[in-house]
C-alpha cells in the first residue's frame, strides 16, 4: 500500500508565495510522475502541474511563470513553490503520485497505480 500525504497550504496575501510538499510512502519501486491538482468547490479538479521521474514538467497555462513544481527523487517527495499568489488561486490542492509497485512474488510490478492524497488548503485574502 502507498500513502500519499500533502503539507505547507495556509493563508497567505495576494502577492505572496507558498511552497507545498508531498509525501509518498509505502510500498514504493519507483514513482513514474507526481502531480498537483486543485479544486473549488461546485468546479472540476484541474491540473496544476506534473513531473516525470526524468525532470520534464507541465503546467496549467494559469500558473506558467509563477509555479515551480520539483521532486526529490530520493525522498519520494514533491514540492510546489507558488509565487505571485491571487485569490484565484484559492483552493484544495491534491497531490497525486503514479506508483510501480511490487507484485505478490516480491518482484517489481509491471504496472502503476495512481495514489491520491487527501489535499492541503490554500486560501489568498487579505
Known amino acids: 500500500q502507498v500513502t500519499v500525504v500533502e503539507s505547507g497550504g495556509g493563508l497567505v496575501q495576494p502577492g505572496g508565495s507558498l511552497r507545498l510538499s508531498c509525501a509518498a510512502s509505502?510500498?514504493?519501486?519507483?514513482?513514474?510522475?507526481m502531480g498537483w491538482y486543485r479544486q473549488v468547490p461546485g468546479k472540476q479538479r484541474e491540473l496544476v502541474a506534473t513531473i516525470i521521474s526524468g525532470g520534464n514538467t507541465n503546467y496549467a497555462d494559469s500558473v506558467k511563470g509563477r509555479f515551480t513544481i520539483s521532486r526529490d527523487n530520493a525522498k519520494n517527495t514533491a514540492y510546489l513553490q507558488m509565487n505571485s499568489l491571487k485569490p484565484e488561486d484559492t483552493a484544495v490542492y491534491y497531490c497525486?503520485?503514479?506508483?510501480?509497485?511490487?507484485?505478490?512474488?516480491?518482484?517489481?510490478?509491471?504496472?502503476?497505480?495512481?495514489?491520491w492524497g487527501k489535499g492541503t488548503l490554500v486560501t489568498v485574502s487579505s
Open positions: 509505502g510500498s514504493i519501486f519507483s514513482i513514474n510522475a
Open positions: 497525486e503520485a503514479v506508483v510501480r509497485g511490487y507484485s505478490a512474488d516480491g518482484a517489481p510490478a509491471s504496472y502503476a497505480i495512481a495514489y
